[in-house]
């Protein structure tokens, strides 16, 4: 067996791992592994041979490769004996849901954890005929929808705390990233069949766990009720950031705005709430700070040396939940006719408020003297019991309200993009730490040379060249880190023209001694 590893896609070698998968499909590779997948007599259990063949239809499949999807969804289609297959599957995840019910560890969990990866990579690439096959397979006597039997088992791991062990990690945020790729592309059909199922409840148990409230228990020595084997504080920040990619691929592309206005209306609460816990602790450790560094935190684990605090300040997972509820305001204003309509409530004027309107970054809204002094006396006492943490952490927090809005307004940028259906849409991104050291010069250098035939050459032609100009920005950003490199190209217009007429005197006082001396 030719090997494909991970790496060598990460590191840009993907014409080589595709001639290698191939090369396997040709040797009938997909083929041998669907007849071992349908096979009555192999069960789905952790033994060497069937974790390796699943591991090898995963290597198979990995990166997208819709010419072996393709070929698994004609096997599928067209083999009478893949409902096996997904009989096998679905008889796992109830044997896997009756284990947890029992509170006992399931020794088939590494395979329950690889089948999901399997799902995952038939979906990948927004392959859409596997996408739905996975939820409703039209042409078997018996249908299994796997899409809702992998939300099924995600509620159970996040039902109750004592389900909350580290040793189902993997699996949930595997459960997570699976599901997430059913529904991209965007898939509508799954979408809507996703949204009529225990997704929303479960995403808001996990929205709902306020992992620095551990940290801060555990820091102050507190017992918060946690179980033997819990799920760590970093853990569940992981799995929230999971999360919210899901969330953010529910809304990709949308035809309209049910799905958006049930997940807001569900989850708004929790949406405020991690975006202000998020910015509170951020500007304990990083004050004004906004750098590359900041955006690593989402692949920082404790193994690699960092504490639980560290791991946790995931800034994507609170930006991703802020573009929601900026998308929900956008379809608000749509609706009104107007983004400056008066008659929005006075909560919602206060959930999402102007930049203009707020304070200085980082520091608390503003209250008459005496309100901020009895808050703060409150909020400086010394908590000794789990509830008296919780009103010291709320207070806290609520302080800084409006300020972690202005960071997130701050830090989002947004642009228009002309659908393939032709509808406009309005895209939220985060902005990259070196975003403000783009000059005029860069811009102006890009938009002479870019091919405006149309709208695709143009975004083609600043996908080619994103690489050259990130690495100019960079360097622009370096040089305004120099003090006396900033303070020159702050003044370098002025250099500049000092310069010529320094020039245009060195010639005329050498034009004059020149005339002297002859």
Known sequence: MIPLEKNEINDGNRAFVKREQAFLQECGATI??????????????????????????????????????????????????????????FELFKKETDYLNRGEISPDLQVVLMILKLIQRFAEGHFTDLQLYMREQTNSMRSYNLLEGTVTLLSIYISKKEKRRKEYFDVIMQCFDTITELIQGPCYENQKSIMQGRLMETVGQVLSIDEYLMIEAENRKIDYGAEPGCLRPWMIAKIKHKCSITLISLIECRKDNIILRKMYTNLKKSFTDNIISFHTNYYALYKDKYDEEVLEHVEATPDMGYD??????????????????RNNQEAEDDDEGSSSDSSKSDDEEEDLPEAADLPVQ??????????????????????TTLNELKRYMDQKRMRGKKAAYQFMAQKTRSIEVVRADEC???????????????????????????????CKTKCNDLLEKSKELISKVKTERNILKNRFLRLIQKNYNKIKLSSFFFVIMVNLLSLIFYVQGA
């Open 308 to 325: 639980e605090l560290h791991c946790s300040m995931i800034i994507q997972t609170a930006f991703h939940l802020y573009s929601i509820m």
């Open 362 to 383: 980082g520091q608390p809204e503003t209250k008459a003297p005496e309100e901020q002094e009895e808050v703060e006396v409150e909020v400086m006492r010394d908590p």
């Open 32 to 89: 041998m592994i669907m007849k071992q997948l349908t096979d009555p007599q192999l069960p789905l259990k952790a033994d060497d041979y069937t974790l390796n063949l699943i591991s090898f239809a995963v290597k198979l499949l990995e990166g997208g490769n819709s010419d072996v999807q393709s070929e698994f969804y004609s096997a599928m289609k067209t083999d009478s004996t893949a409902e096996v297959f997904f009989n096998k599957v």
């Open 424 to 454: 406009l849409e309005r895209v939220y991104f985060l902005t990259l730490p070196y975003f403000e050291a783009i000059t005029d010069n860069i811009k102006d250098e890009f938009n002479q040379e870019v091919t405006r035939v149309s």
